[in-house]
């Protein structure tokens, strides 16, 4: 490990990413870090939806975060290179004319994708990944793939073009209970699918479990995960603190503390095979406050922010900026960010809802404080 001295503190040079750490009072180690300066960080899993709600909603993700990785669950989901194309362009219309925010857009898999439409839409640009939810996994998940012996020509292209395929892990099946989903589909279809296609570039998205983590280490370096910030600071208790809480609930659902644990290990590993995706996921209160609420937490309006919490909880504040700023882009292929931005220990207490349409989006920590500020 090299160490570069940066301003008063040595830190660990990861992975070629640099990043200066300013500590509170001169030459002392043992004082709280005040501020941290990174390259621009990406998301690398992201729903902003579409029509009125992307104007509240690109805007927190554009503010700090370089590029996202755009989600296609949309009704109707995102299915082909035209549609995709057209929601980038709606995406593109609701930014301030002096942003250099790039949305990364996919293609919504489903048991008609056809070897061809996928070749398109790589040669497209714009497009980098195709997204594989398991039907009825997940919000809009409706037209996902029912069974993936149905996709396995289209698999096999993704594997020759070296596009990835990004993976709601979880299987559907009503006899497994819910906090197992996750560990369930790592036997029965991500593991058989990585030894079948070996070169596939695998991204298991929102990995919520220790299984998942070990998975990920065990695979080979085409094999990575995204790690929310809420998976990473909350454990299934937070459902529940002193009543249901259903702005906590997501998919896949928070687990314990032992697999929280995990998470934060991994991403704090200074592994590249771990990255930024909030899996922000804005739902209106009403379909959230509801007898059957919908599953999605609210993160981009202070995404960043929450994940330097979780680092400095972890000691780990010197691998932030591998994690939300580097790995990501690398495992994509895609250039890192040039510019920094600067994150300050400034409390600031969170809006208790941001308009939405004619309802509310109630956000993560509504009404409570962040530790960090982005300057
Ligand atoms: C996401 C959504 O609302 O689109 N919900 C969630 O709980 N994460 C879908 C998803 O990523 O599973
Ligand atoms: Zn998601």
Redesign the pocket.
Known sequence: MICVLVGQVKVKNVGNCCKSVEKSTENDRNTATVKITIRRPDDWHL?VRDGTVLQTVVAHTAQHFGRAII?P?LKPAVTDTASALAYRDRILAVLPADSRFEPLMTLYLTDNTRSDEVRKAQASGHIHAVKYYPAGA???ADSGVTDIGNVMPVLETLQEIGMPLLV?GEVTDPAVDVFDREAVFIDRVLAPLAARLPDLRLVLE?VSTRQGVEFVVDSSERVAATLTAHHLLMNRNALFTGGIRPHHY??PVLKREQHRLALLDAATSGNPKFFLGT?S?P?ARSAKENSCG???LYTAHAAIELYAEAFEQAGALDRLEGFASCFGADFYGLPRNEDRISLVKTPWQVPADYPLDNDRLVPMRCGETVDWMVE
């Open positions: 729903h989600m669950n997940t919000t809009n709601h929102h997501c998919l899996d996921a739902h919908c599953a999605g």
